[in-house]
């Protein structure tokens, strides 16, 4: 049986208001993605404890993915802020664990925006076929 | 009447408090004046049980806090988890006081009923490693051994015998003995976060050895002082330049020195190997906690992210606890060593927080309790 | 705010790691860290960090005021007056001093005290001083190590010592059990194969000795120490194993645990003398046991804890918790410790007791001196000669085998999060689990559903660290299934 070529895991953060509606618009639009995502849909983006972040990559994510409303935009006032912060700790974290910066992405998106959002997660699928499997993966996980 | 900002050097006026205290007994007295005219329902103390062992207890006992006094470099505890949720006085050095600031900030601590005297401190050494190096490196007894001392970089130890011997910190470091490895690098050491900033450096003349330079930080610490003015316990006058540039100096050559040693430290791993090493240091966790249950600025309790999403019977490469410690300490780790000195299967778990906090801190130009204007980060948001 | 301190050593096994207890004026116990203790550097385990919860369980029932504790003294002297097919048991859960003061009721009655460990009745008297313990540092010492127990769950405090033998080059060899981090080697070999170990005299095995330790494991051990001049360190699994090994005088007759169990179940004993040893917990099938105790005549309990037993006995005299005693322990490198503790209250109770039994009273002073003059005498070791293997019953093979990996959490019935079997990768995928599944096991005793936990393992073997309802003894042969 030949190899099928390897497939990575990406598991998106999208809050419900503007990322999630940008991944509906981007079906809708018909653009080509990549099978390689997980949606996860929380109710805004300051809902994503680094926790779970951990977890995704824990449990064999290969990249994860944090998206919501554009700063300003966030349906609760300023839920996309506080996400940012724990973002920056996260992104420090990361680079200093010494998995590869590649692999924790942040992006705003907004809910009519289905082409970047189709575009990002291309790029981030590209990538990360190039580096291969997460360091983290558990054993006997694909 | 003293007032904040004041450089002060100050002594107990009992003498026996005096002689006893590492020097004057000051800070003793301090602490035994607050318990004695109603300021606070206890007092810490590090009840001492041989020369390289104490338990820190409260007490309500004045008797009890008089006869506490002395130095203990060998006895590498953190008091900031024993005053929460009390009305307490308590001794402490710069890792202790920032222990309290940070419980403060998570609101487990009332600042406004708990007072802390601040002490230098140069570095505290493992009980155990001490043991060994006065046999091996001092060639004493370690049941003789009386007292023992800091001074000019020297680490001296007196015996029953009256002798003393003393050897450079920086030879007893190469040989692995000497302070703990988080002292080495620790960037406070005068407790400016206290109430009262106490300790023997700019102590000069007659009265070195038996007298303590105090400097009035806040409110707080004015009371202190006041109340044991009024109360006879004892005595200050203000302290002259020559003492304070002394103590100035003292100061930026132990920073010096720490810095030093944090290049040593903290040698850059190579990107490619870093996960590698934490996953390798971690593997051989026994998941005891103790990390946790040590750490001075965890405030938590038993019940809190990094233990209700652990699971023993999760496979992972890193475990979820770890994950979330490093991250939750990233911004509030004060490097007192206590974790790494506590685990049992001796993972280094100080330097590895601090290989995450330092640059996450060092960004953010944020030192970790020092002040209550600066919240933790993680909770609320920039700007 | 007065809070009280001891300094004690920790029940968990015979590592006897230091540590302060502190109590405060409510009697809310806490624990603290001893960093000058030679022993563990202050450093506990999950079981030592969990402590609190331990002791502070140890509310008393029956007779935790004194009047009722002379009554529980008295109605014990009746009983035990006249009694017939009389076993007293003692761990080593407690002080040597209490055990001291427990073999004096034993020889007042004419009896003996059993530390509950048969292995030492099956092998020869020569080699029972073989399976002392010795100076951990010696491990840091060794070229080779070979463990032949699983030190992160069942000892942990040993794995400190074992990584230092690493830093010092030893070459860290484990054998059937599960893979492990600081093993250099893992193999799954039989005890015909052990000459591929490569042992010499600089070598240590390390194993340990329990009331459910099969005697011919010791056996092949003993034998291949003598082939080799390899050391053996047997770890052992109570506070003062060791010092209750070494002071009892009648380890060749001892009999095991299971044994008195079995001979409770058939009518041979008939009343029971527990001094801080729960056969309940100790024993791998729990309401087997609870049956065959509820046909004894006489129960009788001394305990410092609140354990299982203290339900159903007939008189339990209650002591002070374990901190609280004055009193001596010996660890599995032979170190003695000693508690700061002044509690005497058990000794008092036996010493009452034995008075009431028509033999004469004794107190602390007296019992102290003896324990450590018997601790102290360094026994002659004489030579052993090869052993022969004990017949067996035969091992079950192709079957699925489910050991208990036994640690301080089973033997006290601590709760830990660990409600999970470890199994190998092959298994999940030959019963096809699904991540986040459980497991079907089943044995004569029924059936559970247990959640798992993928580790390097031998293939067929199934090990737990909690007790399991379906275990009949420490293996069981299970059938499994995957849901």
């Given at each position: 049986m030949a190899e099928k070529e390897w497939e990575p895991k990406i598991v998106a953060f999208c809050?419900?208001?503007?990322?999630?509606?940008?991944?509906?618009?981007?079906?809708?639009?018909?653009?080509?993605q990549p099978s390689s995502l997980r949606i996860i849909r929380v109710?805004?983006?300051?809902?994503i404890d680094p926790m779970h972040v951990f977890n995704a990559f824990l449990e064999g994510a290969d990249a994860v993915l944090v998206?919501?409303?554009?700063?300003?935009?966030?349906?609760?006032?300023?839920?996309?802020?506080?996400?940012?912060?724990?973002?920056?700790?996260l992104?420090?974290m990361v680079?200093?664990l010494g998995l590869e910066p590649e692999r924790l992405q942040?992006?705003?998106?907004?809910?009519?925006?289905?082409?970047?959002?189709?575009?990002?997660v291309?790029?981030v699928t590209a990538k990360i076929k190039e580096l291969g499997p997460s360091p983290l993966k558990p054993e006997g996980v694909n | 009447?003293?007032?904040?900002?004041?450089?002060?050097?100050?002594?107990?006026?009992?003498?026996?408090?005096?002689?006893?205290?590492?020097?004057?007994?000051?800070?003793?007295?301090?602490?035994?004046?607050?318990?004695?005219?109603?300021?606070?329902?206890?007092?810490?103390?590090?009840?001492?049980?041989?020369?390289?062992?104490?338990?820190?207890?409260?007490?309500?006992?004045?008797?009890?806090?008089?006869?506490?006094?002395?130095?203990?470099?060998?006895?590498?505890?953190?008091?900031?988890?024993?005053?929460?949720?009390?009305?307490?006085?308590?001794?402490?050095?710069?890792?202790?006081?920032?222990?309290?600031?940070?419980?403060?900030?998570?609101?487990?601590?009332?600042?406004?009923?708990?007072?802390?005297?601040?002490?230098?401190?140069?570095?505290?050494?493992?009980?155990?490693?001490?043991?060994?190096?006065?046999?091996?490196?001092?060639?004493?007894?370690?049941?003789?051994?009386?007292?023992?001392?800091?001074?000019?970089?020297?680490?001296?130890?007196?015996?029953?015998?009256?002798?003393?011997?003393?050897?450079?910190?920086?030879?007893?470091?190469?040989?692995?003995?000497?302070?703990?490895?988080?002292?080495?690098?620790?960037?406070?050491?005068?407790?400016?976060?206290?109430?009262?900033?106490?300790?023997?450096?700019?102590?000069?003349?007659?009265?070195?050895?038996?007298?303590?330079?105090?400097?009035?930080?806040?409110?707080?610490?004015?009371?202190?002082?006041?109340?044991?003015?009024?109360?006879?316990?004892?005595?200050?006058?203000?302290?002259?330049?020559?003492?304070?540039?002394?103590?100035?100096?003292?100061?930026?050559?132990?920073?010096?020195?720490?810095?030093?040693?944090?290049?040593?430290?903290?040698?850059?791993?190579?990107?490619k190997d870093r996960l590698k090493y934490y996953i390798d240091q971690f593997a051989d966790c026994?998941d005891?906690?103790?990390?946790?249950?040590?750490?001075?600025?965890?405030?938590?309790?038993?019940?809190?992210k990094c233990?209700m999403f652990h699971s023993l019977a999760d496979n992972y490469k890193m475990s979820m606890y770890h994950m979330v410690?490093l991250l939750?300490?990233?911004?509030?780790?004060?490097?007192?060593?206590?974790?790494?000195?506590?685990?049992?299967?001796?993972?280094?778990?100080?330097?590895?927080?601090?290989?995450?906090?330092?640059?996450?801190?060092?960004?953010?130009?944020?030192?970790?309790?020092?002040?209550?204007?600066?919240?933790?980060?993680?909770?609320?948001?920039?700007? | 705010?007065?809070?009280?301190?001891?300094?004690?050593?920790?029940?968990?096994?015979?590592?006897?790691?230091?540590?302060?207890?502190?109590?405060?004026?409510?009697?809310?116990?806490?624990?603290?860290?001893?960093?000058?203790?030679?022993?563990?550097?202050?450093?506990?385990?999950?079981?030592?960090?969990?402590?609190?919860?331990?002791?502070?369980?140890?509310?008393?029932?029956?007779?935790?005021?004194?009047?009722?504790?002379?009554?529980?003294?008295?109605?014990?002297?009746?009983?035990?007056?006249?009694?017939?097919?009389?076993?007293?048991?003692?761990?080593?859960?407690?002080?040597?001093?209490?055990?001291?003061?427990?073999?004096?009721?034993?020889?007042?009655?004419?009896?003996?005290?059993?530390?509950?460990?048969?292995?030492?009745?099956?092998?020869?008297?020569?080699?029972?001083?073989?399976?002392?313990?010795?100076?951990?540092?010696?491990?840091?010492?060794?070229?080779?190590?070979?463990?032949?127990?699983?030190?992160y769950?069942?000892?942990?405090?040993?794995?400190?010592?074992?990584?230092?033998?690493?830093?010092?080059?030893?070459?860290?060899?484990?054998?059937?059990?599960k893979e492990l981090h600081?093993?250099?080697?893992n193999?799954?070999?039989?005890?015909?194969?052990?000459?591929?170990?490569?042992?010499?005299?600089?070598?240590?095995?390390?194993?340990?000795?329990?009331?459910?330790?099969?005697?011919?494991?010791?056996?092949?051990?003993?034998?291949?120490?003598?082939?080799?001049?390899?050391?053996?360190?047997?770890?052992?699994?109570?506070?003062?194993?060791?010092?209750?090994?070494?002071?009892?005088?009648?380890?060749?007759?001892?009999?095991?645990?299971?044994?008195?169990?079995?001979?409770?179940?058939?009518?041979?004993?008939?009343?029971?003398?527990?001094?801080?040893?729960?056969?309940?917990?100790?024993?791998?099938?729990?309401?087997?046991?609870?049956?065959?105790?509820?046909?004894?005549?006489?129960?009788?309990?001394?305990?410092?804890?609140?354990?299982?037993?203290?339900?159903?006995?007939?008189?339990?005299?209650?002591?002070?918790?374990?901190?609280?005693?004055?009193?001596?322990?010996?660890?599995?490198?032979?170190?003695?410790?000693?508690?700061?503790?002044?509690?005497?209250?058990?000794?008092?109770?036996?010493?009452?007791?034995?008075?009431?039994?028509?033999?004469?009273?004794?107190?602390?002073?007296?019992?102290?001196?003896?324990?450590?003059?018997?601790?102290?005498?360094?026994?002659?070791?004489?030579?052993?000669?090869?052993?022969?293997?004990?017949?067996?019953?035969?091992?079950?093979?192709?079957?699925?085998?489910?050991?208990?990996?036994?640690?301080?959490?089973?033997?006290?019935?601590?709760?830990?999060d660990n409600d999970f079997v470890l199994i190998n990768l092959n298994m999940v995928r030959s019963l096809k689990l699904k991540k986040g599944g459980q497991i079907s096991?089943?044995?004569?005793?029924?059936?559970?559903k247990m959640r798992y936990r993928v580790e390097g393992m031998p293939d067929?073997l199934i090990l737990?660290?909690?007790?399991?309802?379906?275990?009949?003894?420490?293996?069981?042969?299970?059938?499994v299934e995957g849901c």
């Amino acid at each position: 049986m030949a190899e099928k070529e390897w497939e990575p895991k990406i598991v998106a953060f999208c809050c419900n208001w503007c990322s999630y509606g940008g991944a509906d618009t981007a079906g809708m639009g018909r653009f080509q993605q990549p099978s390689s995502l997980r949606i996860i849909r929380v109710m805004c983006s300051g809902r994503i404890d680094p926790m779970h972040v951990f977890n995704a990559f824990l449990e064999g994510a290969d990249a994860v993915l944090v998206t919501g409303c554009h700063l300003g935009d966030c349906h609760y006032v300023n839920g996309n802020y506080k996400a940012e912060v724990r973002y920056q700790f996260l992104e420090e974290m990361v680079k200093q664990l010494g998995l590869e910066p590649e692999r924790l992405q942040l992006n705003w998106i907004s809910a009519s925006e289905g082409e970047k959002f189709a575009n990002f997660v291309r790029d981030v699928t590209a990538k990360i076929k190039e580096l291969g499997p997460s360091p983290l993966k558990p054993e006997g996980v694909n | 009447m003293v007032e904040v900002g004041d450089r002060l050097l100050g002594y107990a006026t009992d003498p026996n408090v005096r002689s006893k205290g590492a020097s004057g007994g000051l800070v003793t007295a301090v602490l035994a004046a607050a318990l004695e005219k109603g300021l606070v329902e206890g007092v810490v103390i590090l009840k001492r049980i041989d020369e390289y062992e104490a338990v820190p207890v409260i007490t309500d006992d004045v008797q009890e806090v008089l006869s506490s006094g002395g130095s203990m470099h060998a006895v590498p505890v953190n008091l900031a988890k024993y005053v929460v949720g009390k009305k307490v006085a308590m001794p402490g050095k710069p890792c202790d006081v920032r222990g309290v600031i940070e419980q403060a900030k998570r609101n487990s601590v009332d600042l406004s009923n708990t007072y802390i005297v601040g002490l230098n401190c140069g570095g505290s050494m493992h009980p155990v490693l001490t043991k060994e190096m006065l046999i091996k490196m001092y060639e004493i007894d370690p049941e003789d051994v009386v007292g023992e001392e800091i001074e000019k970089g020297k680490l001296i130890f007196k015996t029953k015998s009256g002798e003393e011997k003393s050897i450079s910190i920086d030879k007893l470091e190469e040989e692995g003995y000497g302070r703990r490895e988080s002292c080495r690098y620790c960037d406070v050491k005068i407790p400016v976060s206290a109430d009262l900033a106490c300790g023997n450096w700019g102590v000069i003349g007659e009265l070195a050895g038996n007298a303590t330079f105090c400097e009035v930080m806040n409110e707080k610490g004015k009371l202190l002082l006041d109340t044991a003015i009024e109360a006879g316990y004892v005595e200050v006058r203000p302290a002259d330049e020559k003492s304070i540039s002394i103590r100035e100096k003292v100061n930026s050559a132990m920073l010096k020195l720490g810095d030093e040693w944090k290049e040593k430290v903290f040698d850059e791993i190579p990107d490619k190997d870093r996960l590698k090493y934490y996953i390798d240091q971690f593997a051989d966790c026994i998941d005891c906690g103790a990390c946790k249950e040590v750490c001075p600025v965890c405030s938590c309790g038993p019940d809190s992210k990094c233990t209700m999403f652990h699971s023993l019977a999760d496979n992972y490469k890193m475990s979820m606890y770890h994950m979330v410690r490093l991250l939750h300490l990233s911004d509030s780790c004060i490097g007192c060593g206590q974790c790494a000195d506590v685990c049992p299967v001796d993972i280094p778990v100080t330097t590895i927080f601090r290989r995450f906090a330092n640059p996450a801190q060092k960004n953010r130009n944020y030192m970790p309790g020092m002040d209550l204007k600066r919240p933790p980060f993680l909770e609320v948001m920039l700007k | 705010m007065k809070e009280s301190i001891y300094q004690t050593v920790c029940p968990g096994c015979g590592i006897g790691c230091g540590l302060y207890i502190r109590e405060d004026n409510q009697g809310a116990v806490s624990i603290d860290f001893f960093k000058s203790n030679p022993v563990n550097l202050g450093k506990l385990c999950r079981f030592g960090m969990k402590l609190p919860h331990y002791f502070s369980s140890g509310a008393f029932c029956k007779a935790d005021e004194p009047s009722s504790m002379e009554g529980a003294i008295r109605d014990a002297a009746a009983r035990l007056k006249g009694a017939e097919k009389v076993a007293m048991l003692s761990v080593g859960n407690t002080t040597c001093e209490e055990h001291m003061a427990f073999e004096r009721i034993a020889k007042t009655l004419g009896s003996a005290v059993h530390t509950g460990i048969q292995a030492y009745s099956k092998l020869p008297p020569e080699c029972h001083s073989y399976l002392e313990g010795m100076p951990f540092q010696d491990i840091e010492k060794a070229n080779k190590i070979v463990l032949f127990i699983d030190p992160y769950v069942q000892y942990p405090l040993l794995v400190r010592r074992l990584l230092a033998a690493k830093r010092n080059n030893s070459h860290i060899i484990s054998v059937g059990t599960k893979e492990l981090h600081l093993a250099d080697e893992n193999l799954s070999i039989t005890p015909n194969e052990y000459s591929q170990l490569g042992l010499d005299s600089n070598s240590v095995i390390i194993t340990d000795l329990h009331p459910h330790t099969d005697a011919n494991d010791i056996i092949q051990l003993l034998n291949l120490s003598l082939e080799t001049g390899a050391k053996i360190l047997t770890m052992k699994p109570f506070v003062s194993s060791e010092g209750v090994n070494r002071i009892s005088k009648v380890k060749t007759t001892s009999k095991g645990l299971s044994q008195m169990m079995d001979e409770v179940k058939k009518g041979n004993i008939r009343t029971l003398v527990l001094l801080d040893s729960d056969p309940i917990e100790l024993m791998p099938d729990t309401d087997e046991t609870v049956k065959s105790l509820k046909k004894l005549d006489n129960l009788i309990v001394i305990s410092s804890r609140k354990s299982p037993v203290n339900e159903i006995a007939d008189v339990v005299i209650s002591t002070e918790p374990l901190y609280r005693k004055a009193g001596t322990f010996m660890n599995t490198e032979g170190r003695i410790q000693e508690n700061s503790g002044t509690g005497v209250t058990g000794i008092n109770a036996m010493s009452s007791l034995n008075k009431e039994l028509g033999s004469e009273e004794f107190e602390y002073g007296q019992l102290h001196e003896q324990v450590m003059a018997a601790l102290t005498n360094e026994g002659q070791k004489s030579g052993y000669s090869k052993i022969k293997n004990l017949a067996t019953a035969k091992q079950c093979t192709g079957g699925y085998v489910l050991k208990y990996l036994y640690n301080p959490f089973m033997w006290f019935n601590q709760l830990d999060d660990n409600d999970f079997v470890l199994i190998n990768l092959n298994m999940v995928r030959s019963l096809k689990l699904k991540k986040g599944g459980q497991i079907s096991l089943t044995s004569e005793n029924g059936n559970i559903k247990m959640r798992y936990r993928v580790e390097g393992m031998p293939d067929g073997l199934i090990l737990t660290a909690r007790k399991l309802p379906i275990a009949i003894a420490g293996t069981t042969s299970v059938k499994v299934e995957g849901c």
